[in-house]
Structures are given as structure tokens and as C-alpha cells.
């Protein structure tokens, strides 16, 4: 199986799609789907078009039968980047692409540091754990402090950097991590909230206008 997707990625590259793999299973037995960063002004969309694919309504996610495996693929274009309730900045996309390396398969990948630290992000957002196939990516990929001196948005990624560290040190601290980051990343919809106690004062309101009616 891990041919399969191997072939799939590299095929990327072959047709000069300018991508990287976001996270790499420590396996690809039993994957979902691959997810992969790209340039936004690059016509992705067409040359996936061209290579068989079909676009999932409502999604971001292309699809392909490969009749020789007997399996689909399911490519989740991540444009935009999303964490939780924030976008990543077009300048931290374009950086992952710039810092891409390709690794002993021939595989596009982002930097192990940002590796390592989007990943935990997307285990406190998303997850709300750790999955065992993506777990070596935040316990055993090289990372560089000095990697993140010069981008620094929103996301707070040297923030983050610094709880990678921490849970590198002592791995029982993991749900302590998790609960923090998703904190700093989920905030709770104040609109929504407010929107929703008006509801109810109004519909309390009516309710004790027609109480009194009665009586």
C-alpha cells in the first residue's frame, strides 16, 4: 500500500505541482486521505482535473479510483489553513513551500519543525489527541528554534514551539498541552452566544406576557 501512495504524491511532482505533504503517517495502512499545502495561486485545480481526479461537492477534496490497487484516494487540498477557528497567513503557506524538502521516497515535505508543531495543532484542534500514526512526527522530528525566528503570526508558532518542547521532555504532560493549545485556538463564537441569549430573553419575555393573559 505504501507504493500506492508513493506513487501518488511523486505523480504530483512529476506534472509541476508545487506541494508538500503535511503530515506522514508513520504507516499507510489504513489512511484516510493525503494533505497537502499548495501555492493558492497555482491552478492546481486544473492539472488534478487532468490527472483523473473529481472534485467532492462542497469540499476541498479530490478523488481518484486506482483501478490496479482497487482503492480511492482522497487528496484534501488545505487552502486555506485552518486551525480551530484561525486561518494561517498566506505568508506562513508560501513558507512552508519555500522550506519543503524531499525526502528518501521522493515525497514533498514540509520542515520537520513546522512538521512537528502543525501537527500537535492539528491534534488539539481537530482531535483533541494524539493518533498513534502521527505521534513520531512531535516525539522524533529534528527541531530548530532558530527555524521559526522569522515568521511569527497570529498562530503564535514559537508559543507552540515552546509547548513541543515541554511535552518532549515528559509525554505525561500531553493532555495538559493539548487542553492549552486548544484554549489558544478555539475561542468561543461571543456573537453566537449573544445572539442566542437574546432568543431566549425574547422568547421568555412572550412567555410571561401570555401568562399574564391568562390570568
Not at 124 to 131: E, L, P, V
Not at 137 to 153: K, T, V, W
Amino acid at each position: 500500500m505504501e507504493l500506492l501512495y508513493i506513487k501518488i504524491l511523486k505523480e504530483l511532482s512529476d506534472n509541476k505541482i508545487d506541494y508538500a505533504l503535511l503530515r506522514k503517517p508513520i504507516n499507510w495502512l489504513n489512511i484516510g486521505d493525503l494533505d497537502i499545502i499548495f501555492r493558492k495561486e497555482e491552478n492546481i485545480h486544473y492539472k488534478l482535473e487532468r490527472l483523473g481526479y473529481s472534485k467532492k461537492r462542497n469540499s476541498k477534496t479530490y478523488i481518484k479510483y486506482d483501478f490496479f490497487y482497487k482503492k480511492w484516494i482522497y487528496l484534501d487540498l488545505n487552502i486555506p489553513l485552518k486551525f480551530g477557528n484561525q486561518y494561517a497567513q498566506t505568508n506562513l503557506i508560501n513558507d512552508l513551500i519555500d522550506n519543503k524538502y524531499i525526502d528518501d521516497k521522493g515525497i514533498n515535505r514540509i520542515n520537520e519543525t513546522y512538521e512537528a508543531i502543525l501537527t500537535l495543532i492539528h491534534a488539539a484542534t481537530n482531535k483533541g489527541y494524539i493518533s498513534f500514526k502521527y505521534r513520531h512526527l512531535i516525539y522524533e522530528n529534528n527541531i530548530n528554534e532558530s527555524f521559526l525566528g522569522r515568521y511569527n503570526d497570529e498562530l503564535n508558532l514559537s508559543d507552540i514551539y515552546q509547548y513541543l518542547l515541554i511535552l518532549r521532555t515528559n509525554s505525561k504532560n500531553e493532555k495538559y498541552i493539548l487542553n492549552l493549545i486548544r484554549r489558544k485556538f478555539i475561542k468561543p463564537n461571543l456573537n453566537f452566544i449573544n445572539t442566542k441569549f437574546i432568543r431566549i430573553d425574547r422568547k421568555s419575555t412572550r412567555l410571561n406576557s401570555s401568562h399574564r393573559c391568562i390570568s
